[in-house]
């Protein structure tokens, strides 16, 4: 299959959205995956002294107007005299750089070994002053660094959930096309009878049955378990369609006449003579996933604290008053529609490489 | 030239396609003429590139990312170079084009007579009432029962046959003075063949338009053809009236082509079937020199260097091959007849 | 989905095959003789009739209704089939070695993986390919490369009936006498019996011992392949015969053909005998009763109505 290859990759690179997907996510991904180290404050440390810091002015002059480098200021706290709202000024007489390589606050990077090493941050402790790129929320915690760690959940949550879904979807599929008749009548019927729940009722549905007492781990593979039981039902159609017209082929029949099993028939035909649409339709069905999971967090069944997702930050922005008093609380949003942006546009350019004449649906 | 008889000339015609693996000489310096009222008929097996003449003639390939070349002379009417609007005037109208596979030629969602409509309303001037019983006419022209009512039937309600010869009839309908029929019947079985090649025939001759008949049946060009010219790999290797092809062939794969026919004989002898060693090379990956050389069994070295040229052995006999360049070679050739 | 007619692809067909001979089966598309082929093989199930096969010791099998778990083995060993389009017959992913190996594996034939190896080379090589070619895969070969791939993959498990489907149809016209040769060199060394599918008639004549006329899922003339062509009975094959050009500029025949019409759809076929609509000699007893086959001379079968009236007619005037 070398030339097929080449030609799927060219016709890939030659898609500049998709191209631009897939540099957006591989960014995106190792910024999740070093989060703990990029980020520049552990994401669960309470900083009572930012709640609901705005996001920090980086200047890089001196009041003179030279050239210091970035930095930020320490923080004033006073109250004000008529309301006695605290209020935070910025006391520009105490610079705080920037800098590459800080100490900071520990953290276990990747769950393995600790370490307090930080890519770039402040040296000063952050009762004084925080490096707040995206502010803080009500617990005064960096959203910045909440961001990198909650697209760990959203990231994986997508891949993971894809794969178990096209797992089951793949085998149901194949035995739905392949032994038609009332096998497959049965199969179609209860497809078609679980795709017309709605989808969020649903999920929620799924979503009550993980109990509340679980450890978040747990809670994440069940949330991910909810999502694949329902996203098999798409990709179980369009490799039931592949394999029916796959099944008429003369190979399969020259197979057939060989004697060759039906489950060396499923397993060494038919299935990977389906395998650049899995793909395809894998791709395709990530930004389903990372939406259904930020929808279940976002309602609050879904990722609990002190672990955190994409939707679960941006539950913290559900009402009006406080989007208008913390705007930044909506940042995540937009991690969220980047990521599944460029799935989609990934998807797309793949599809457009491997299935010109667009056999498979949009799911 | 001003013969008024002269009705198509193409001279040089090179159509080039660049691929991911070079460039491809789908065809590579053809040159040819049509007179009023001939049938010619373009011989060649797959990727010999006679379907890719004919589109480039009517216009079909896009350009860029093709590169046409050389002239295509329609009605004293430079074609090659010629824009989109000016081409749909011409394609259709004095033009006309069969193809292979009537089914997909049919929009599934339309009636035969809602399709055959729409070519009327572009080219002809016609009311509708006019072009109605016009097109119900046509349908009788090429024996299609109840044409009244076929007339408002869709194209999955008739059979292959029935749908080809609807094709003919929507060819017909502008009167062009050149139809091109890209191996019409090669979907069709045997007795229908018959019948749609007779309808042709017999359609020609009352019209008296002429015909670029494209097969790689050479039963079918004995059948049909005034003149044959025969292609391989991008080139045209024999031109010549359709009794001297088939009477005196002399290009070694126009031999090759005629022996490869299952003859009774074979079986009463006991012999295996004579045929051409090798296969037809895909377009990506023809040779140099004379193309046929890695099949041919009189090649010498010439001829894998060197492209041979085209040599007129007698009146309207051509031959593109370095046997005929000498006559004392001719000779032992024709000597050493299979 | 609505059910507007259930397609009988095959009405009636009789006939036997035994060792090292040809059958020939002639017809046009629709006519039923690919699913002859499919339903022989058992990748089809017919809806009556019966199929009984021979093993090699001679025992004989019903299989009509599915293989047994007894039978299954040696059948699928014995019987083969070459397919039509050698562009989709051989799996994209696969290599060719690999699909060689396939029926050898399954039968396992060899416990040796370097016996097994030489094996599969001696295939390519005896179908005219370069061993060396096994590890390429089906993209790279033409058509007629890749139908000699095939025929090495079927004739691996050296079956004792192989079941040719239009082999040559899809190929040039320069390549399609290759494959002939290589199939008839083929069936020499292995006294292979062929059931030979075919539109073109001059090439089931070469191919067969017997020819088999199909016409709407029937037989409507078997005969000895020469008496097919000296002697078409049946108004069909008289028809088919004389459709084929026959490569003579200077004498055209198209004017002659006198074969109206089309196949009827087998969804909705015609009553009585199937090819009354298009009959130049139809009469009013055609239309109702299906003919059946007469014995017209030694082996020679024609389903026809003016056969058994000639027949008649000479037994009374006797």
Request: charged content about 20%; overall charge positive.
């Given at each position: 299959?070398?030339?097929?290859?080449?030609?799927?990759?060219?016709?890939?690179?030659?898609?500049?959205?998709?191209?631009?997907?897939?540099?957006?996510?591989?960014?995106?991904?190792?910024?999740?995956?070093?989060?703990?180290?990029?980020?520049?404050?552990?994401?669960?440390?309470?900083?009572?002294?930012?709640?609901?810091?705005?996001?920090?002015?980086?200047?890089?002059?001196?009041?003179?107007?030279?050239?210091?480098?970035?930095?930020?200021?320490?923080?004033?706290?006073?109250?004000?005299?008529?309301?006695?709202?605290?209020?935070?000024?910025?006391?520009?007489?105490?610079?705080?750089?920037?800098?590459?390589?800080?100490?900071?606050?520990?953290?276990?990077?990747?769950?393995?070994?600790?370490?307090?090493?930080?890519?770039?941050?402040?040296?000063?402790?952050?009762?004084?002053?925080?490096?707040?790129?995206?502010?803080?929320?009500?617990?005064?915690?960096?959203?910045?660094?909440?961001?990198?760690?909650?697209?760990?959940?959203?990231?994986?949550?997508?891949?993971?959930?894809?794969?178990?879904?096209?797992?089951?979807?793949?085998?149901?599929?194949?035995?739905?096309?392949?032994?038609?008749?009332?096998?497959?009548?049965?199969?179609?019927?209860?497809?078609?009878?679980?795709?017309?729940?709605?989808?969020?009722?649903?999920?929620?549905?799924?979503?009550?049955?993980?109990?509340?007492?679980?450890?978040?781990?747990?809670?994440?593979?069940?949330?991910?378990?909810?999502?694949?039981?329902?996203?098999?039902?798409?990709?179980?159609?369009?490799?039931?369609?592949?394999?029916?017209?796959?099944?008429?082929?003369?190979?399969?029949?020259?197979?057939?006449?060989?004697?060759?099993?039906?489950?060396?028939?499923?397993?060494?035909?038919?299935?990977?003579?389906?395998?650049?649409?899995?793909?395809?339709?894998?791709?395709?069905?990530?930004?389903?996933?990372?939406?259904?999971?930020?929808?279940?967090?976002?309602?609050?069944?879904?990722?609990?604290?002190?672990?955190?997702?994409?939707?679960?930050?941006?539950?913290?922005?559900?009402?009006?008053?406080?989007?208008?008093?913390?705007?930044?609380?909506?940042?995540?949003?937009?991690?969220?529609?980047?990521?599944?942006?460029?799935?989609?546009?990934?998807?797309?350019?793949?599809?457009?490489?491997?299935?010109?004449?667009?056999?498979?649906?949009?799911? | 030239?001003?013969?008024?008889?002269?009705?198509?000339?193409?001279?040089?015609?090179?159509?080039?396609?660049?691929?991911?693996?070079?460039?491809?000489?789908?065809?590579?310096?053809?040159?040819?003429?049509?007179?009023?009222?001939?049938?010619?008929?373009?011989?060649?097996?797959?990727?010999?590139?006679?379907?890719?003449?004919?589109?480039?003639?009517?216009?079909?390939?896009?350009?860029?990312?093709?590169?046409?070349?050389?002239?295509?002379?329609?009605?004293?009417?430079?074609?090659?170079?010629?824009?989109?609007?000016?081409?749909?005037?011409?394609?259709?109208?004095?033009?006309?084009?069969?193809?292979?596979?009537?089914?997909?030629?049919?929009?599934?969602?339309?009636?035969?007579?809602?399709?055959?409509?729409?070519?009327?309303?572009?080219?002809?001037?016609?009311?509708?009432?006019?072009?109605?019983?016009?097109?119900?006419?046509?349908?009788r022209?090429v024996h299609i029962p109840e044409p009244e009512k076929r007339?408002?039937e869709?194209?999955h309600e008739m059979s292959g046959g029935m749908l080809?010869r609807?094709?003919?009839?929507?060819?017909?309908?502008?009167?062009?003075?050149?139809?091109?029929?890209?191996?019409?019947?090669?979907?069709l079985d045997v007795t229908i063949q018959a019948q749609v090649?007779n309808l042709?025939?017999?359609?020609?001759?009352?019209?008296?338009?002429?015909?670029?008949?494209?097969?790689?049946?050479?039963?079918?060009?004995?059948?049909?053809?005034?003149?044959?010219?025969?292609?391989?790999?991008?080139?045209?290797?024999?031109?010549?009236?359709?009794?001297?092809?088939?009477?005196?062939?002399?290009?070694?794969?126009?031999?090759?082509?005629?022996?490869?026919?299952?003859?009774?004989?074979?079986?009463?002898?006991?012999?295996?079937?004579?045929?051409?060693?090798?296969?037809?090379?895909?377009?990506?990956?023809?040779?140099?020199?004379?193309?046929?050389?890695?099949?041919?069994?009189?090649?010498?070295?010439?001829?894998?260097?060197?492209?041979?040229?085209?040599?007129?052995?007698?009146?309207?006999?051509?031959?593109?091959?370095?046997?005929?360049?000498?006559?004392?070679?001719?000779?032992?050739?024709?000597?050493?007849?299979? | 989905?609505q059910v507007t007619g259930y397609v009988k692809a095959l009405e009636k067909v009789d006939f036997s095959?035994?060792?090292?001979?040809?059958i020939g089966i002639v017809g046009e598309s629709g006519c039923g003789k690919s699913t002859l082929g499919k339903t022989l093989?058992?990748?089809h199930e017919p809806t009556a009739g019966s199929i009984i096969?021979?093993?090699?010791?001679?025992?004989?099998?019903?299989?009509t209704?599915?293989?047994?778990?007894?039978?299954?083995?040696?059948?699928?060993?014995?019987?083969?089939?070459?397919?039509?389009?050698?562009?989709?017959?051989?799996?994209?992913?696969?290599?060719?070695?690999?699909?060689?190996?396939?029926?050898?594996?399954?039968?396992?034939?060899?416990?040796?993986?370097?016996?097994?190896?030489?094996?599969?080379?001696?295939?390519?090589?005896?179908?005219?390919?370069?061993?060396?070619?096994?590890?390429?895969?089906?993209?790279?070969?033409?058509?007629?490369?890749?139908?000699?791939?095939?025929?090495?993959?079927?004739?691996?498990?050296?079956?004792?009936?192989?079941?040719?489907?239009?082999?040559?149809?899809?190929?040039?016209?320069?390549?399609?006498?290759?494959?002939?040769?290589?199939?008839?060199?083929?069936?020499?060394?292995?006294?292979?019996?062929?059931i030979?599918i075919s539109h073109?008639l001059?090439?089931v004549?070469?191919?067969?011992?017997r020819i088999l006329v199909m016409y709407l899922g029937n037989i409507v003339e078997s005969a000895p392949s020469?008496a097919i062509f000296d002697n078409p009975t049946h108004p069909y094959t008289q028809a088919l015969m004389s459709a084929i050009?026959?490569?003579?500029?200077?004498?055209?025949?198209?004017g002659t053909v006198k074969l109206e019409g089309e196949p009827p759809s087998p969804i909705n076929p015609p009553t009585g005998c199937p090819f009354h609509p298009r009959c130049e000699f139809r009469m009013d007893i055609c239309a109702r009763a299906k003919p059946e086959p007469t014995e017209i001379s030694s082996g020679h079968f024609c389903a026809c109505h003016l056969r058994d009236l000639t027949i008649d007619s000479s037994r009374s005037a006797g």
């Open positions: 299959m070398e030339s097929t290859k080449k030609r799927v990759m060219q016709s890939f690179f030659k898609h500049r959205l998709g191209v631009f997907g897939l540099i957006v996510l591989i960014i995106m991904y190792l910024l999740v995956i070093f989060a703990d180290f990029i980020a520049p404050y552990n994401f669960a440390t309470t900083h009572t002294n930012f709640v609901y810091g705005k996001p920090s002015k980086i200047s890089y002059r001196d009041r003179d107007g030279k050239w210091i480098g970035p930095h930020i200021y320490e923080m004033k706290k006073s109250r004000d005299p008529i309301t006695y709202q605290v209020i935070f000024t910025q006391d520009t007489s105490k610079i705080v750089p920037i800098k590459f390589f800080v100490r900071g606050e520990e953290y276990k990077f990747l769950g393995l070994f600790k370490s307090d090493l930080h890519l770039f941050g402040v040296e000063q402790t952050p009762d004084r002053a925080m490096l707040l790129l995206f502010g803080a929320d009500r617990f005064g915690r960096d959203v910045f660094s909440r961001v990198l760690v909650g697209g760990r959940v959203s990231m994986t949550v997508g891949l993971l959930g894809t794969f178990l879904s096209v797992f089951i979807g793949a085998i149901v599929g194949a035995l739905s096309g392949f032994y038609g008749g009332k096998i497959d009548i049965l199969i179609q019927r209860f497809i078609e009878l679980l795709r017309s729940f709605p989808r969020i009722p649903l999920w929620l549905a799924l979503a009550v049955i993980v109990p509340p007492s679980w450890p978040s781990t747990w809670v994440y593979f069940g949330i991910v378990t909810v999502l694949s039981l329902i996203g098999w039902m798409g990709v179980a159609r369009v490799i039931r369609g592949l394999v029916l017209s796959l099944k008429e082929k003369e190979f399969v029949l020259a197979a057939r006449v060989i004697g060759v099993s039906d489950m060396k028939l499923v397993t060494k035909h038919l299935i990977p003579n389906t395998l650049s649409y899995l793909i395809v339709v894998s791709t395709l069905s990530i930004p389903g996933m990372i939406l259904g999971e930020s929808s279940i967090s976002f309602l609050g069944l879904g990722i609990k604290e002190p672990m955190t997702s994409w939707g679960l930050l941006l539950k913290q922005a559900q009402s009006l008053s406080e989007l208008e008093a913390h705007p930044w609380l909506m940042i995540p949003g937009i991690f969220i529609m980047v990521a599944v942006l460029s799935f989609n546009f990934v998807g797309d350019a793949l599809r457009d490489a491997v299935d010109p004449y667009r056999t498979v649906e949009k799911l | 030239m001003t013969d008024t008889r002269r009705i198509l000339t193409v001279e040089n015609l090179k159509t080039y396609f660049k691929t991911p693996n070079g460039i491809v000489k789908a065809v590579d310096g053809i040159s040819f003429h049509l007179d009023k009222g001939e049938t010619l008929a373009l011989v060649g097996e797959s990727g010999c590139g006679k379907s890719v003449t004919a589109q480039s003639i009517l216009g079909l390939i896009k350009v860029p990312p093709a590169k046409l070349t050389g002239s295509v002379v329609f009605k004293g009417q430079e074609l090659v170079g010629l824009s989109d609007d000016k081409y749909r005037d011409i394609r259709g109208m004095q033009i006309s084009m069969i193809f292979q596979e009537p089914m997909s030629a049919f929009d599934p969602l339309y009636t035969i007579g809602q399709q055959l409509m729409e070519i009327a309303k572009v080219h002809m001037p016609w009311s509708y009432q006019e072009a109605k019983q016009r097109i119900i006419d046509s349908l022209l007339y408002s869709y194209p080809q609807i094709m003919i009839a929507m060819a017909l309908l502008p009167s062009p003075e050149l139809i091109i029929a890209d191996e019409p019947t090669t979907a090649l042709m025939q017999e359609l020609q001759d009352s019209y008296n338009g002429s015909m670029i008949f494209i097969t790689h049946d050479l039963g079918i060009v004995a059948e049909i053809a005034d003149r044959v010219h025969v292609m391989y790999a991008g080139k045209i290797v024999e031109k010549a009236s359709v009794i001297d092809l088939f009477e005196n062939p002399l290009h070694p794969y126009t031999k090759g082509l005629l022996t490869s026919r299952v003859k009774r004989e074979y079986k009463k002898e006991g012999k295996d079937l004579p045929y051409i060693k090798g296969h037809v090379p895909k377009a990506s990956e023809f040779s140099t020199g004379c193309r046929f050389h890695s099949r041919c069994t009189y090649a010498t070295e010439t001829c894998k260097t060197t492209m041979p040229p085209e040599i007129e052995t007698e009146k309207g006999h051509r031959v593109a091959c370095f046997l005929f360049e000498r006559d004392d070679l001719v000779e032992n050739f024709a000597n050493a007849k299979p | 989905m095959i035994s060792e090292r001979e040809t093989v058992k990748i096969y021979f093993d090699p010791n001679g025992k004989s099998y019903d299989i209704n599915g293989l047994t778990k007894e039978v299954r083995s040696t059948f699928r060993k014995d019987v083969q089939m070459i397919f039509q389009n050698p562009y989709d017959s051989l799996d994209p992913r696969m290599t060719i070695r690999d699909t060689i190996l396939e029926p050898i594996q399954t039968h396992k034939l060899f416990k040796n993986l370097k016996d097994q190896d030489r094996y599969v080379r001696e295939l390519l090589s005896k179908v005219g390919l370069d061993p060396d070619y096994g590890k390429r895969y089906p993209h790279e070969f033409s058509g007629g490369q890749r139908q000699r791939i095939a025929i090495a993959r079927s004739i691996s498990v050296n079956p004792r009936l192989l079941i040719c489907d239009e082999p040559t149809s899809a190929l040039d016209v320069s390549v399609q006498s290759q494959i002939i040769n290589l199939l008839k060199q083929i069936q020499r060394e292995h006294n292979m019996a062929f030979f073109n001059d090439v004549y070469h191919m067969s011992d020469r050009p026959n490569w003579n500029p200077r004498e055209r025949k198209l």
